[in-house]
């Protein structure tokens, strides 16, 4: 296995703010990015510098209990008696999206556990890796799919799931429609020893009495591929663990007002800065959710201004006073929830973070949840990049060899790539030749348009529309050439389709669109030793592995 380190451009839709982050050490000291971040991603700072929780013991008990359910390892039970102890977590997480979803789950759960192990060796405080569901979304749609590859395409897989409200989806129950999807997937997994993992999870065994619900069955799923690593599953959506988190959840009632505040003036920081805010805040918002007692769904808290000034929170058709919030809190935790930018500060009340891995989006994220830790907290907990990679199998690397392709070349479209491997197997006479009129064309184009516009300007404006005509004409002609040379090596389109299938799915990178276990049933559970390793070299962009 070989691996390749390539630039985070590389991807397609890199936003700006995340660039920044990974290039903070080149930044200057008094870089507004450096404010929005607790450390630097490379520097190894981050580790040390949290402290325990306080309620350690009650969060070990809760996990002891999930264990139980999600049918952890020894090596998993080992680290939370660890946690009991008072070790550190490095934690990271992801959407219960059927069937362990995309390969970015893996890499997530790797970078965790690498991250772990290098900050005991360096402090020698123990850390642990935590591997925190979302399991309060309430986007089912998002979660009720897994893509597969066949051979000439990605086959995406649904399970329909219909629930008549925006429940959480971690307590979804599939019903017998999972049947079907579990016989095709093992089909396209060509019945490896994780399709049989996956009916194991996702099935009622004899022991229980109902299906497992979406939450039940990801947990195990995730719990069973690192088992030898012991990655700690955690499940926050329970009474107990919302509890542990209240005083997060109670400021956000009480502050309401000066977080919102805090929060559009970051805002306004990222856009004079260069940047973007990841998620929009606007006057009235709040970062909050209440579960409806009756119906169970899940709906945004907006804040209003009764007519003696005191706030007012409307959920559906109800209004709450802040009264009526904290009440709640105290009987009934688990009614209330936490949206995008306050949920790392609400999993860092419960946890002793020290760090937390995430993706793009999510780190891009930080730069606006850093005002909420501040003021909650009091600190900002350091964000580290996951493994970001491209898996390339024997017969697509030995292709894109032969075809002296490389990765920025293989993200576009089939066609596209084709009519690059066709224009590069153009004998070098017609190669030149176009190379030689095509510049001349666009040399005499340049002067006679200067030339024409110093004369009059409506004939300098024809002269560059009829020059536009004329170089795409020129490029209409190399695209021909250029197919000719595919028909005559029909070979070479087929590479191109084989190429991007598997490296930029529907025009996606990889990572983001096959589903883990695809890998896994191809390469078994030695991928996940695998990738821990390639976690460990720390490419600063996007890796490459040549399995």
């Given at each position: 296995?070989?691996?390749?380190?390539?630039?985070?451009?590389?991807?397609?839709?890199?936003?700006?703010l995340?660039?920044?982050?990974?290039?903070?050490?080149?930044?200057?000291?008094?870089?507004?990015?450096?404010?929005?971040?607790?450390?630097?991603?490379?520097?190894?700072?981050?580790?040390?510098?949290?402290?325990?929780?306080?309620?350690?013991?009650?969060?070990?008990?809760?996990?002891?209990?999930?264990?139980?359910?999600?049918?952890?390892?020894?090596?998993?039970?080992?680290?939370?008696?660890?946690?009991?102890?008072?070790?550190?977590?490095?934690?990271?997480?992801?959407?219960?999206?059927?069937?362990?979803?995309?390969?970015?789950?893996?890499?997530?759960?790797?970078?965790?556990?690498?991250?772990?192990?290098?900050?005991?060796?360096?402090?020698?405080?123990?850390?642990?890796?935590?591997?925190?569901?979302?399991?309060?979304?309430?986007?089912?749609?998002?979660?009720?799919?897994?893509?597969?590859?066949?051979?000439?395409?990605?086959?995406?897989?649904?399970?329909?799931?219909?629930?008549?409200?925006?429940?959480?989806?971690?307590?979804?129950?599939?019903?017998?429609?999972?049947?079907?999807?579990?016989?095709?997937?093992?089909?396209?997994?060509?019945?490896?020893?994780?399709?049989?993992?996956?009916?194991?999870?996702?099935?009622?065994?004899?022991?229980?009495a109902?299906?497992?619900?979406?939450?039940?069955?990801?947990?195990?799923?995730?719990?069973?591929?690192?088992?030898?690593?012991?990655?700690?599953?955690?499940?926050?959506?329970?009474?107990?663990?919302?509890?542990?988190?209240?005083?997060?959840?109670?400021?956000?009632?009480?502050?309401?007002?000066?977080?919102?505040?805090?929060?559009?003036?970051?805002?306004?920081?990222?856009?004079?800065?260069?940047?973007?805010?990841?998620?929009?805040?606007?006057?009235?918002?709040?970062?909050?959710?209440?579960?409806?007692?009756?119906?169970?769904?899940?709906?945004?808290?907006?804040?209003?201004?009764?007519?003696n000034?005191d706030?007012?929170?409307?959920?559906?058709?109800?209004?709450?006073?802040?009264?009526?919030?904290?009440?709640?809190?105290?009987?009934?935790?688990?009614?209330?929830?936490?949206?995008a930018?306050?949920?790392?500060?609400?999993?860092?009340?419960?946890?002793?973070?020290?760090?937390?891995?995430?993706?793009?989006?999510?780190?891009?994220?930080?730069?606006?949840?850093?005002?909420?830790?501040?003021a909650?907290?009091?600190?900002?907990?350091?964000?580290?990049p996951?493994?970001?990679?491209?898996?390339?199998?024997p017969?697509?690397?030995?292709?894109?060899?032969?075809?002296?392709?490389?990765?920025?070349?293989?993200?576009?479209?089939?066609?596209?790539?084709?009519?690059?491997?066709?224009?590069?197997?153009?004998?070098?006479?017609v190669?030149?030749?176009?190379?030689?009129?095509?510049?001349?064309?666009?040399?005499?184009?340049?002067?006679?348009?200067?030339?024409?516009?110093?004369?009059?300007?409506?004939?300098?404006?024809?002269?560059?529309?009829?020059?536009?005509?004329?170089?795409?004409?020129?490029?209409?002609?190399?695209?021909?050439?250029?197919?000719f040379?595919?028909?005559?090596?029909?070979?070479?389109?087929?590479?191109?389709?084989?190429?991007?299938?598997?490296?930029?799915p529907?025009?996606?990178?990889?990572?983001?669109?096959?589903?883990?276990?695809?890998?896994?049933?191809?390469?078994?559970d030695?991928?996940?030793?695998?990738?821990?390793?390639?976690?460990?070299?720390?490419?600063?962009?996007?890796?490459?592995?040549?399995?």
């Amino acid at each position: 296995m070989s691996v390749e380190c390539f630039p985070i451009t590389v991807l397609p839709h890199v936003s700006q703010l995340y660039r920044g982050y990974l290039a903070m050490a080149d930044t200057a000291a008094d870089a507004p990015v450096r404010r929005w971040y607790g450390a630097e991603p490379f520097a190894g700072r981050w580790m040390g510098k949290s402290a325990p929780v306080e309620h350690g013991e009650r969060l070990a008990d809760l996990l002891d209990a999930q264990a139980v359910e999600f049918g952890a390892s020894d090596a998993a039970r080992a680290n939370i008696a660890k946690l009991r102890a008072g070790a550190r977590a490095v934690v990271t997480g992801q959407q219960v999206v059927l069937f362990g979803g995309p390969l970015l789950t893996l890499l997530k759960a790797a970078t965790a556990i690498v991250r772990a192990n290098e900050a005991t060796r360096a402090t020698g405080v123990e850390h642990v890796p935590v591997f925190w569901l979302a399991t309060e979304d309430h986007d089912l749609e998002e979660v009720d799919q897994v893509s597969l590859l066949t051979k000439t395409s990605v086959e995406t897989l649904r399970a329909g799931l219909k629930v008549p409200h925006a429940v959480p989806v971690g307590g979804v129950v599939p019903g017998p429609e999972l049947e079907a999807v579990l016989d095709r997937a093992s089909e396209l997994l060509e019945f490896a020893p994780v399709s049989e993992w996956l009916r194991e999870c996702y099935l009622a065994d004899d022991r229980e009495a109902t299906r497992p619900t979406l939450a039940l069955a990801f947990g195990r799923l995730i719990a069973r591929i690192f088992a030898d690593q012991g990655l700690v599953v955690m499940d926050a959506a329970s009474r107990g663990c919302h509890a542990l988190g209240a005083g997060t959840l109670r400021y956000a009632i009480e502050h309401a007002d000066e977080l919102q505040r805090a929060l559009i003036a970051r805002s306004e920081e990222l856009l004079k800065a260069g940047y973007h805010a990841q998620v929009l805040v606007a006057e009235g918002g709040s970062m909050l959710f209440l579960l409806d007692e009756t119906t169970g769904e899940r709906i945004a808290l907006r804040r209003t201004a009764s007519g003696n000034g005191d706030a007012q929170w409307k959920a559906g058709g109800r209004v709450y006073s802040s009264g009526d919030l904290i009440a709640i809190l105290e009987t009934a935790p688990e009614r209330l929830s936490p949206n995008a930018l306050l949920r790392p500060v609400f999993q860092d009340t419960l946890l002793p973070t020290a760090a937390y891995v995430g993706g793009p989006a999510e780190i891009a994220y930080f730069a606006q949840s850093a005002v909420l830790y501040e003021a909650i907290l009091g600190r900002i907990t350091p964000v580290l990049p996951r493994l970001s990679a491209t898996l390339l199998e024997p017969a697509i690397a030995a292709v894109m060899e032969k075809d002296e392709v490389q990765l920025p070349d293989a993200m576009t479209t089939a066609e596209e790539l084709a009519q690059r491997l066709g224009a590069r197997a153009m004998p070098i006479e017609v190669k030149r030749k176009l190379a030689s009129v095509g510049n001349a064309v666009e040399r005499e184009l340049a002067a006679l348009t200067e030339y024409l516009g110093g004369m009059d300007e409506s004939l300098g404006r024809a002269a560059e529309v009829s020059g536009s005509k004329m170089l795409y004409q020129m490029n209409r002609l190399r695209r021909m050439a250029a197919t000719f040379e595919l028909q005559k090596e029909a070979s070479l389109r087929k590479h191109a389709e084989a190429i991007t299938l598997n490296v930029f799915p529907n025009g996606h990178p990889q990572e983001r669109v096959l589903a883990g276990v695809w890998f896994m049933a191809k390469y078994g559970d030695g991928l996940v030793e695998r990738l821990v390793g390639v976690a460990a070299n720390q490419c600063p962009g996007h890796v490459v592995v040549r399995l």
